[in-house]
């Protein structure tokens, strides 16, 4: 079973960084995609960014700019850094880690970022 832990995250200025990291118990050089979603509290959870195994990097509408995913595959940690946060950026993100063939999704278990205003 693959664990990804999750770490960062917390009480954030508007205006101000993030950075979120995604520790996985398996090689994500592995995995077909990488990525971060999240959701707001009474929302859908949604895409924040994603990136292949071939290493494109692919955002979600008006994400792009202001948040940059990367990965580290020789200590196999997954990054999502933001700037310039907004309070509509308060949600719990989710790391995620998937394999195409068979299809499976593996998640961590959430960090909750909050923006002040």
């Known amino acids: 079973q693959v664990q990804l832990v999750e770490s960062g995250g917390g009480l954030v200025q508007a205006g101000g960084f993030l950075k979120l990291s995604c520790a996985s118990s398996?090689?994500?050089?592995?995995?077909?995609?990488v990525g971060w979603y999240r959701q707001a509290a009474g929302k859908e959870r949604e895409m924040v960014a994603r990136m292949t195994d071939g290493g494109r990097r692919e955002y979600a509408d008006n994400k792009e700019g202001r948040f940059t995913i990367s990965k580290d595959n020789g200590r196999n940690i997954i990054y999502l850094n933001g700037r310039n946060l907004k309070p509509e950026d308060t949600a719990v993100y989710y790391c995620?880690?998937?394999?195409?063939?068979?299809?499976?999704?593996?998640w961590g278990q959430g960090a909750q970022v909050t923006v002040s205003s």
């Open positions: 995620y880690a998937a394999d195409v063939s068979p299809s499976r999704t593996f």
């Open positions: 398996r090689r994500i050089a592995s995995f077909n995609f």
